[in-house]
């Protein structure tokens, strides 16, 4: 049988829409017809950016955490599993994706009432708990990343690797560190140097307070000026982070966030950062070693499992929260800068991780599954 018509449900956070993007891009590619099916407080937002994209989505009803509020919690459920059914009727789809989060709970229950075949994906090392209670009605489950709890999932596992956006793919191909800079001093009107040893430094789209702080502190205390480092804040903490550098006389780009990822990666020869799943496969595609600072308050502490991931491959180091203090950073960072050999070959080491055709590797599972 071709594989041609598929439903994805991908609500929730950016870690569940980007890939679930990503896959519906690549059964684009392929010749297929694909929707994406979205809950959650950001999925106007997430329906806009797909249809950008050009991948249509049918935004569903609401479901809250079941604690919080079990009568909305019901409404939204039983809502969303008509539409569900009825968008199953008209799309008449082959199989249903679900890439997490328990805003996929109608979708999935649909999915089942009407006996379509049901596949996962989880974006993280350790497979959450929403996923895990999915994964007895699945057929299978593709993990970004090789799975450590295993034993609490009820259907075959195998590892794809985590989907991601075809831009950043192809510019880890082609996009060297000199051209990288060249763009952002064009963009920025800055003044970077390619030739310098450069660190970049994010803590995720929130920010990381401890990222923002103690980085910077070390590298004051370095007191160098042969480095430069780019730093994404996050959102509202440019302010606090740009003061904390005004003693600074290294070269340094400093800003919120940014849409152009690929060029700070590619610019970048060691990373500081957090590690949930998308950023260690971005890692990996672009060869960077890194520093990991896991999220404490993740769940089930998920973050530290994609760390170790990393790290159990010698493709950088993972640092506690609550041990990255200004002393501890000078120390990381002086290492960098006495050592650049060791963290090249763990760039090295992470390229050897990447799995650039993540989606088009599950798409095919799911149609060897499906003939």
């Not at 990447?354 to 499906?370: G, Q, S, V």
Request: hydrophobic residues 45%; aromatic residues 8%.
């Amino acid at each position: 049988m071709k594989f041609e018509r598929l439903l994805i449900t991908c609500g929730g956070t950016g870690g569940h829409f980007y890939p679930g993007l990503a896959i519906a891009k690549a059964m684009q590619k392929r010749g297929g017809e694909v929707k994406l099916l979205l809950a959650g407080v950001h999925a106007e937002n997430q329906a806009r950016i797909a249809l950008d994209q050009g991948v249509g989505s049918l935004i569903l009803p609401v479901v809250p955490v079941p604690k919080k509020s079990p009568v909305r919690f019901l409404i939204g459920l039983v809502r969303g599993f008509f539409i569900c059914r009825r968008e199953i009727k008209a799309f008449k789809p082959q199989a249903l994706l679900g890439m997490g989060s328990f805003t996929s709970l109608p979708a999935i229950l649909a999915a089942k009432s009407a006996g379509l075949p049901l596949y996962l994906h989880d974006g993280n090392a350790r497979v959450g708990r929403a996923n895990r209670m999915f994964s007895r009605f699945a057929r299978f489950l593709a993990g970004a990343f090789p799975v450590v709890n295993p034993g609490r999932i009820r259907c075959p596992v195998f590892v794809t690797g985590m989907p991601v956006r075809q831009a950043l793919i192809d510019a880890a191909k082609t996009l060297e560190k000199t051209s990288a800079v060249a763009e952002l001093n064009r963009l920025y009107e800055t003044d970077l140097d390619p030739e310098l040893p450069t660190i970049l430094i994010f803590g995720g789209s929130q920010g990381a307070a401890v990222v923002n702080a103690a980085l910077p502190e070390g590298l004051l205390q370095l007191n160098r000026t042969d480095l430069q480092v780019l730093h994404l804040t996050g959102k509202d903490k440019l302010e606090s982070t740009l003061a904390s550098y005004k003693d600074a006389s290294f070269k340094r780009l400093v800003i919120e966030k940014t849409e152009r990822m690929e060029l700070f990666l590619s610019a970048a020869d060691i990373v500081f950062s957090r590690s949930g799943g998308s950023s260690i496969a971005e890692l990996a595609l672009f060869g960077r070693p890194a520093v990991l600072i896991p999220f404490p308050f993740a769940a089930e502490d998920h973050q530290r499992a994609n760390a170790q991931y990393l790290a159990d491959a010698d493709a950088g180091i993972l640092v506690d929260n609550y041990d990255l203090s200004p002393d501890r950073s000078r120390e990381l960072l002086a290492g960098f800068l006495t050592d650049g050999d060791l963290w090249k070959k763990r760039g090295e080491n992470a390229k050897k991780l990447a799995k650039p055709d993540a989606a088009e590797d599950l798409l095919k599972k799911i149609e060897e599954d499906l003939a």
